[in-house]
């Protein structure tokens, strides 16, 4: 992903558009063009789910003070055909004429890879952006999203944007008193009507919408002369009007005397067709992937299994030393689709994936088989981390899946902003199972905003990293100090204790300190030093669970346990051995069989569980040794399968240290009901 994007900003006019502008611009983008949709004809409010279109009349003006080209497209009162919020391209529906308008702004400016909008709390704005975003191959940019919305607009009034209100729609404001006043004049009546009524301070509930008069990116300002207010509905209570600006002109903030002229073009049907646009593209009809639940009658849970290359080899003959390692990952996910079809589900059932490859370089090519196989709705969570596999062909990729066919939440956020990572493609930032227990994609230390490494060392890392699952977390209804299972993937282990001090003074749990495992592996994406995988406990499952809540510790006969969970709901198990090729098969069994005991106490079975990995220190186990284990745990196990994964180095947290082993059983169950449950 290209760090500098040449942007076609969408504007509205509003305080929000600007704003992210301004934002655009401090993260080094360059906008090239303004967009905007107004209504057709006389209309001035259309009270369209998507635009503001009060201050229409005086948006053109954008383009003189910012001596851009804007690009502007009529919509019609209604065209608001989908209203669900995951948008599916919809023939008529107002969407699409952004989609139109985005083409056509390409067509003239093919440098344009990008889309700034001003969206900051609605799911259903943003997802259309991101849909015909995604259809067209540019990167949403929304650096307002999940704002807290008294320290933006402070920062509003901060950063010298003048904006004034020109509609104002909720219980507390009032046409004659707060009708053109500028943001800094409204801040204490906006913070007095969030206090007593819940309304939003930056109007993202449509309260009040705003005008833009000047800013800092603007060359010149604009003053308005004379304006006409609107009643658009008289209420006693809140009365809905708006500003209609009558007469206004503009003053250079340069040394110009003249202000430039606006450079709008109206990008009308015929303007399209005379251009040769091509509308009827060939990309691929795109469905978001949005904070969403699909609510199903079957609630059984589908315990994870894993897939490798070498499995397929049993199942479909000799791999071919020939075979490039995309070549394998479309055979693997065939495998994975399979296996999935004789437990009557497909992958739009998978909630979680862990992708392990022995070469990171790789990444690429199989995610990009990856992304053309798995749904773009409702995406699986997923981790990617390279592991010490032997690096043949048919022994390049692991794939590991965790599947359920019950109701799932969905976190999928594709636009760049300072909230989180943004995930573009078909992988999510979280899933939450049933409202009870939430997976989260696997976190490397991504600075939201950059999408770049923060830091070089491990702390570091570790900090961004857990700052980026606390903003996705808590909009799961959980938090970091609600994680109960925490996977810490390592590039160098020697980082663990330093790695462990940070985790334990950070993740102060509701319940107690969550089980901790550090796995030493090959390479991590984008050369990242840590990557955390966690699950956690969702705020409604907690409070009502308390007393169920226990911690288990023991260490008897080499062997280290640790486990935690609620009663009847969900349960985490970890045990730590040192091994050697003599006893390892003996040593695997008593884990796993200690793992079937203490499930029983969290009154969970074997049908329950989600996920079971043994990690292996590869160098420590010869691979006739390895081969015993897993036919082994084949034949006499009671899970369903378990992933035998190689590892350069393990350890657990145990109280204030970090013990170290050959042998790392990791397990994870969870009880479903229903839905309702």
Sequence with gaps: MSSKFNVVALVSGGKDSTMNMMRCEHQGHKIVALANLFPEGDEDELDSFMYQTVGHDAVESISACMQLPMYRRPIR??????????????????????????????HEHPSVNAVASGAILSNYQRIRVETV????????LAYLWQSDQKELLDDMIASDIEAILIKVACIGLTPDRNLGQTLLAARPTLLRVNED??????????????????????????????????????????????LKFQRWHLVSKTEEKEP??????????????????????????????????????????????????????????????????????????????????????????????????????????????????????????????GLPLSGRAGDRIMIEVCANDCAQSTLHVQSISHWAPCNIGPYSQAKTIQEKVVHVSGQIAL???????????????????????????????????????????????????????????????????????????????????????????????????????????????????????????CWSFVALMETDATSCCEHAMRMMETAVDDMAEFELEAQDVASCRLWYVKDSLPPASLQQVSLLLRSQHKFERVSLLPAKALGVEDEDRVARGDLLLEVNAMKLGSPQE
């Design 77 to 106: 009162k209604g065209r608001s055909l989908n209203v669900e919020l995951q948008y599916e391209q919809t023939e008529g529906d107002e969407v699409e004429e952004l989609y139109k308008l985005l083409k056509f702004v390409m």
């Design 260 to 385: 430039a002229a606006p450079n709008v073009t109206i990008v009308s049907d015929k303007l399209i067709e005379d251009k040769k646009v091509t509308m009827s593209s060939a990309e691929a009809p795109y469905v978001s992937a949005s904070p969403a639940t699909e609510h199903r009658d079957v609630t059984c849970y589908i315990p994870a299994f894993s897939l490798t290359s070498h499995e397929g080899k049993e199942m479909n003959g000799q791999v071919e030393s020939s075979v490039t390692v995309e070549e394998e990952m479309e055979a693997l996910l065939k495998l994975l689709q399979e296996e999935l079809k004789t437990k009557e589900v497909g992958l739009s059932s998978v909630a979680f994936v862990s992708l392990y490859l022995d070469d990171m370089s790789n990444f690429a090519g199989v995610n990009k088989v990856y992304s053309k196989v798995f749904p773009l709705r409702c995406p699986a969570a997923r981790m990617c981390v």
């Design 133 to 140: 975003c995604m259809r067209l191959g540019l990167v949403s």
């Design 447 to 569: 600075e939201p905003a950059s999408m770049t490494l923060e830091g070089a060392d491990c702390e570091t890392q570790i900090c961004q990293c857990l700052r980026n699952l606390e903003a996705i977390l808590s909009e799961c209804n959980s938090a970091n100090r609600q994680i109960f299972k925490n996977s810490v993937f390592l590039v160098d282990i020697s980082c663990a204790c330093r790695a462990q001090q940070v985790l334990h003074e950070s993740l102060s749990s509701d319940f107690a300190r969550p089980l901790t495992s550090f796995i030493e592996v090959s390479s991590l994406p984008r050369g990242a030093q840590v990557e955390l995988q966690v699950a956690a406990f969702t705020s409604s499952l907690a409070r009502g669970n308390l007393a169920e809540n226990f911690v288990s510790r023991e260490c008897r006969d080499g062997m280290l346990t640790l486990s935690c969970g609620i009663v009847s709901h």
């Design 197 to 242: 009524y819940g309304c939003h301070i930056c109007g993202e509930g449509g309260e009040y919408e705003t005008f833009t008069l000047d800013c800092p990116l603007f060359k010149s300002r604009i003053v308005v002369d004379e304006t006409r207010t609107i009643m658009h509905q008289d209420d006693d209570y809140a009365p809905v009007a708006y």
